[in-house]
């Protein structure tokens, strides 16, 4: 018996944990496999150190700049160097780990190699959830119940609260790491957007070793195919510029989809429930960044339940503020406008994106609110969206 349990010790899963055990409840962080690589850029802007300090001493490939292509291959550089905190670039696997160690260092009781499938139910209520292990099903009851599963999650769909993604409302992506001699400013990533719904990444992970991907949004699933995407996009002649050798070697290679329309609001309580990152949606609309707002949303979501704890109320009323609260109204209103956005980029098969990129080179403003919408997560203002029209 535990106070909370929860499901999934990705970055999510392993913030809420973390806070709720510092508050002193007992805390079971469920997770299927911590020897799994999550498919990911793994680009974690300079926001990641407020929630770990720690990071800004990890030994992770620091960047100061990035470097943008429109499908006309129009290229809009932005440093920051000596002006702002550097974003990071991480292998998940480490990253992973890292922080779940911290919620494990701060009383979280990890079960590894164990599969949440579904809920143990009591009088019409989830009283805990059930797992497959290697020495058979096991269970574990909570008073409160996280999930906190990822994309794919069987969690959140049985708990009634959203219904699986459809086709056009994910990314699908392949990406790999590589290992080999390469042309890229290793403190720059590299964003290439393609003329359909979509772009490719080069994200350096240090002299030698980078993250290389390409990723289809929403109505482009049903037209193009990931794997021909990613194949092509290794062999773009513009990118083999970066990329000369003919032989990289290949560390790991996987796709994997994330949510492109934004947080599902209507999901995130129930009843002595809730859901975090991607399982609900915290993805941005336009860069596909997701690791911050998920950790923001274990955070919120621990805070609320300690609340819903010290109080003994744990019903779907009290649990109503972790969607209320201002943080993860300001993530969703965020999400809301990039949509729109994302959807502007890439009208006039993404030559809307080459001339935004060319007022960016003229003009300061627009140029400041532009890296700051990728970079940062930052609402566009009202004079950036009617310069955009
Ligand atoms: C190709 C790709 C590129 C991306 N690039 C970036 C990027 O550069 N920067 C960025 O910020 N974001 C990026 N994202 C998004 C980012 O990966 C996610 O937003 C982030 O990982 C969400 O964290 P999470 O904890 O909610 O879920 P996850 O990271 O998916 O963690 C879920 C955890 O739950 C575990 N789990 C799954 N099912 C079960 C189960 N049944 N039982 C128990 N445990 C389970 C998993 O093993 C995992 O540890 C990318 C995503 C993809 C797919």
């Not at 018996?1 to 999510?12: E, N, R």
């Not at 190699?113 to 009851?141: A, M, V």
Request: net charge positive.
């Amino acid at each position: 018996m535990f106070d909370v349990v929860v499901s999934g010790a990705g970055p999510a899963g392993s913030k809420c944990a973390e806070i709720i055990a510092k508050s002193g409840y007992k805390v079971a962080l469920i997770e299927r496999d911590t020897n799994w690589r999550k498919p990911c850029g793994g680009i974690v802007s300079s926001r990641i150190f407020k929630y770990y300090p720690q990071l800004r001493k990890a030994n992770f490939q620091q960047i100061f700049s990035i470097s943008m292509y429109s499908p006309d291959f129009y290229n809009f550089r932005y440093t920051w160097k000596n002006l702002l905190d550097p974003a990071i670039n991480v292998d998940r696997l480490e990253f992973d780990d890292t922080i779940r160690n911290v919620a494990i260092d701060s009383g979280a009781e990890l079960f590894d190699n164990h599969i949440s499938f579904d809920f143990i139910t009591k009088d019409n209520q989830n009283i805990g959830i059930k797992t497959r292990t290697p020495s058979g099903i096991k269970e574990y009851l909570g008073k409160i119940i996280i999930i906190a599963d990822g994309m794919s999650s069987k969690l959140a769909i049985k708990s009634g609260l959203r219904e699986k993604w459809k086709t056009k409302e994910i990314y699908t992506c392949k990406c790999a790491i590589m290992e080999g001699k390469n042309l890229l400013d290793k403190e720059s990533n590299y964003f290439f957007f393609r003329p359909y719904k979509g772009y490719g990444w080069i994200i350096p992970l240090n002299d030698n070793k980078f993250n290389i991907g390409a990723g289809l949004a929403k109505e482009a699933n049903v037209s193009f195919n990931v794997n021909e995407i990613y194949s092509e996009f290794l062999h773009d002649p513009n990118i083999k510029k970066f990329l000369p050798s003919l032989n990289y070697k290949e560390i790991w290679k996987a796709a994997y989809p994330l949510p492109a329309l934004g947080v599902k609001e209507k999901c995130l309580f129930g009843d002595n429930i809730m859901i975090i990152g991607d399982a609900a949606g915290f993805v941005s609309p336009i860069s596909g960044e997701g690791i911050h707002a998920s950790i923001v949303s274990g955070n919120i979501a621990a805070e609320t339940a300690i609340m819903a704890l010290d109080n003994e109320k744990i019903s779907r009323e009290t649990l109503r503020r972790y969607k209320s609260h201002p943080y993860i109204k300001k993530i969703i209103r965020n999400f809301k406008l990039k949509i729109a956005i994302a959807n502007f980029f890439f009208e006039n098969k993404g030559r809307n994106l080459s001339k935004m990129f060319q007022l960016a080179e003229k003009e300061e403003n627009f140029r400041d609110e532009l890296v700051n919408m990728f970079l940062f997560n930052q609402a566009p203002s009202k004079d950036f969206l009617l310069k955009l029209k």
